[in-house]
């Protein structure tokens, strides 16, 4: 039987019991007329602004993201004055992100889209908390509240329909051991995939910088460019069609579509200077400008949507995939950058055009190209390394943190003893995982 097991049944033999969310927190936030304008933030302070946009995705305040206010606008309302402990969760906008606040050394408050929660009695944990916010349970409420929606949020109203379970302290206190177990470890393998990362942008960066000896060439002796469509929302149609690819779905050598949508097949064909096709190369011109992809058989008839699109006219004298990994290294973004100074978030096709282009021999462009894409894949492939790694302990953390916070009517083990020996296991191998890495 495990600690958590006999905890259960020693403390709550009869069930647990659960309480009206409202009954035991707090929720407070910026009231609306106290709202902050942009105008008001300041780069250096003594008192600073949280707000969603500041919270990491290991639920923790990143601080140097924040801005800062004046002495008045932190003591207008003291209800919202932050603490080292206090569970966040967002209100407007992005619905229930969730953060703790930690290594608070300044006073600190909130602007209007976020929720401050403070247990009442002293009957909940702060973590516990927080990994309630979490789960399934509570966030599946969080997205039928965006259902049907044009602009969401979450209400006090709203969060005093929820029930939460409030088991014995000390049985929160077991089932946060055993969760933030999963999140240390998931964070842990985030930071070293975060310096592979840096590792791989160095040694692109080093591959593609060359002496004088490489000749250069400008991007319209190389290929041809189009700027891809700007359609109506009238003219786009879901579930069949063409799909569109935006601007939003282009990430470094690769194309993520964030939501799909479509055109009709006879608009494309109106349009087929605008089609993509295996081995263009399709790149961000406004937002994050310079960030490309190859098309590959995924894409390949897809339609570019406020997109570059470049189509080697030569490959025997230049690949695509050598192109595409210089033109999101540093050097090709730094002469976009110099190209863009009087509109940062824009680059036009005439400017486009005039990048140059080192290009060495078509044996070296393949090396290069096969080195890089072999770090890649360490660096973001869900199915090998350290993103398989992350998402298996996601997974496990979500699964056990659901079944934590399930609890019988009965009083009934929350997890069966094969669950418990997985767990035990799983903390286990990911331990001997972390020494092995540690040695090598």
């Known amino acids: 039987m495990s600690k958590l097991d006999e905890l259960l049944r020693e403390l709550c033999p009869d069930g647990v019991e659960y309480k009206r969310f409202d009954e035991v927190c707090t929720l ?25 946009t500041d919270f990491t995705e290991t639920h923790e305040i990143d601080y140097s993201t924040c801005v800062y206010v004046t002495e008045e606008r932190y003591k207008q309302d003291s209800k919202i004055q932050l603490k080292n402990g206090d569970i966040l969760i967002t209100k407007d906008g992005t619905l229930g992100k969730v953060a703790q606040v930690k290594g608070l050394e300044m006073p600190a408050t909130l602007n209007g889209g976020v929720f401050v929660v403070r247990c009442k ?19 599946s409420v969080v997205e039928q509240q965006k259902t049907g929606s044009t602009i969401s949020h ?26 933030d177990n999963f999140t240390e470890l998931t964070a842990e393998l985030t930071a070293e995939l975060t310096a592979r990362k840096t590792q791989y942008n160095y040694y692109r960066d080093y591959l593609l910088s060359y ?75 406004t937002g994050d400008v310079g960030t490309s992809a190859v098309i590959d058989d995924a894409f390949d008839g ?10 080697i006219r030569d490959r ?62 360490i660096c973001s492939d869900l199915n090998i390394g350290l993103p398989a790694e992350i998402e298996a302990r996601q997974k496990q ?25 997985r767990a035990e296991q799983s903390r286990a191998e990911q331990s001997r995982a972390e020494q092995s890495r540690a040695e090598h």
């Not at 709203?158 to 939460?164: E, Q, T, V």
């Not at 009238?234 to 569109?244: E, F, M």
């Not at 210089?326 to 863009?340: A, F, G, P, V, W």
């Open 154 to 179: 979450l209400t006090q109203t709203l969060f005093s329909r929820l029930m939460i379970p409030i088991p014995p302290l000390e049985i929160q206190r077991e089932i946060v051991r055993i969760l």
């Open 211 to 285: 002496k004088d000896n490489v000749k250069k060439y400008t991007i319209a002796e190389l290929a041809d460019t189009n700027i891809g469509l700007a359609t109506s929302v009238t003219q786009h149609k879901r579930n069949s069609g063409v799909v569109l690819i935006h601007n939003s779905d282009i990430q470094p050598n690769k194309v993520v579509l964030k939501s799909i949508e479509y055109v009709s097949e006879e608009f494309a064909e109106k349009n087929k200077k605008k089609v993509l096709r295996k081995g263009d190369i399709i790149t961000v011109h």
């Open 316 to 377: 025997k004298e230049i690949t695509p995939e050598y192109l595409c990994h210089y033109l999101n290294s540093h050097q090709c973004k730094r002469d976009i950058e110099s190209m863009t100074i009087s509109d940062r978030n824009n680059l036009n096709q005439k400017s486009y055009e005039k990048l140059t282009v080192p290009v060495p021999p078509l044996d070296v462009q393949n090396r290069i190209v096969n080195v890089l894409d072999n770090f890649e894949k």
């Open 121 to 139: 009695d002293g009957s909940l944990e702060n973590r516990f908390i927080l990994h309630y916010l979490l789960s399934n349970h509570f966030q």
């Open 28 to 52: 407070n936030a910026r009231i609306g007329w106290q709202r902050l304008t942009k105008a008001e933030y300041m780069s250096k302070g003594d008192y600073l602004l949280i707000t969603g």
């Open 302 to 311: 897809a339609i570019g949507f406020t997109t570059i699109t470049t189509r």
């Open 397 to 421: 953390y979500e699964y056990y943190r659901d079944k934590l916070l399930t609890f019988a009517e009965t009083g009934n083990t929350i997890l069966s003893r094969a669950e418990q020996s």
